[in-house]
């Protein structure tokens, strides 16, 4: 069966809806229009590089990978790290496969990057669909906030 919805590149004047996927939850609502300026020039510089899901006009999924300099890895040698956010389904949307879409096409094209891994934080409702696109679980790292 053909979706309803159609995929289109994200745009610098797409911040604002990138930011709202980003920034989701009632708490993060205030850190939106921070985002917005961050990611706006990172999308034209292709430093964020984004999808949108369409349908009638309207945004009902995206998600972006954000291309830091990194240096050389053993995967990433080339210098660039990838790193995979912002992936949202509009409520009503859900289980039609628009995350997996969006994230399957984040990979085919971090492969013409010659980027060989790519990292993602997961949510617990989302983490089968990860361990679905071949994602694993990834210990080594650690992080501390620093207060203040």
């Known amino acids: ?5 159609s995929l289109r590149r994200v745009a610098p004047s797409d911040a604002d809806q990138v930011a709202a996927h980003g920034c989701f939850r009632e708490d993060d609502v205030e850190r939106r229009p921070g985002y ?3 990611v706006k020039p990172r999308i034209g510089a292709g430093a964020y590089v984004g999808w949108f899901a369409v349908e009638a006009g ?11 300099d990194w240096g050389p890895t053993r995967l990433n040698p080339g210098g660039q790290m990838a790193r995979i956010t912002n992936v949202f389904t509009a409520a009503t949307h859900r289980r039609q496969g628009i995350a997996r879409t969006l994230v399957a096409t984040a990979l085919d ?3 013409t990057l010659s980027i060989g891994e790519v990292r993602l ?14 994602f694993d679980a990834y210990p080594a790292e650690m992080r501390r906030k620093i207060p203040g």
Not at 58 to 68: I, K, P, R
Not at 125 to 133: G, Q
């Open 121 to 134: 934080g997961a949510t617990d409702d989302a983490r089968e669909l990860y361990r679905s696109l071949g």
């Open 109 to 111: 094209h971090l492969k």
């Open 1 to 5: 069966m053909q979706p309803s919805w």
């Open 58 to 68: 309207e945004v009902v999924g995206g998600a972006g990978v954000v291309l830091l």
């Open 36 to 38: 917005a300026a961050w």
